[in-house]
């Protein structure tokens, strides 16, 4: 089993940063894949970034890349998600999941997940 608690949520005006945390517990940390959802109101959850176990790899969706970066620190058993240039239309909550395997982008391959945090962006 592995816990996930998401941090480093909240309100930012357009332009502005937030890097969100994500602590891990249980199931060794530092052999999942660790990815970033989010999910707007009304929408589908959706893939926003992934990192490999070994931090050597990571993935975007498009609309995030070169604004977000996705980073871990496998001693201290967590992953964040450094978002600048924040856009009205990153408002979602975000959510933090892990997987053991190879690096997947399907929200349905992820098992554990965490309870998720609010990040609001006012135009």
């Known amino acids: 089993q592995v816990q996930l608690v998401e941090s480093g949520g909240g309100l930012v005006q357009a332009g502005g940063s937030l890097r969100l945390s994500c602590a891990a517990s249980g199931r060794t940390f530092s052999s999942a894949v660790m990815g970033w959802f989010r999910q707007a109101p009304g929408k589908e959850r959706e893939f926003v970034a992934a990192?490999?176990?070994?931090?050597?790899?990571?993935y975007y969706t498009d609309s995030v890349k070169g604004r977000f970066t996705i980073s871990r620190d496998n001693a201290k058993n967590t992953v964040y998600l450094q978002m600048n240039s924040l856009k009205p239309e990153d408002t979602a909550v975000y959510y933090c999941?892990?997987?053991?395997?190879?690096?997947?982008?399907?929200?349905?391959?992820?098992?554990?997940w965490g309870q998720g945090t609010q990040v609001t962006v006012s135009s």
């Open positions: 990192i490999s176990w070994s931090a050597g790899t990571t």
């Open positions: 999941a892990a997987r053991f395997g190879p690096v997947r982008f399907n929200k349905y391959e992820y098992p554990y």
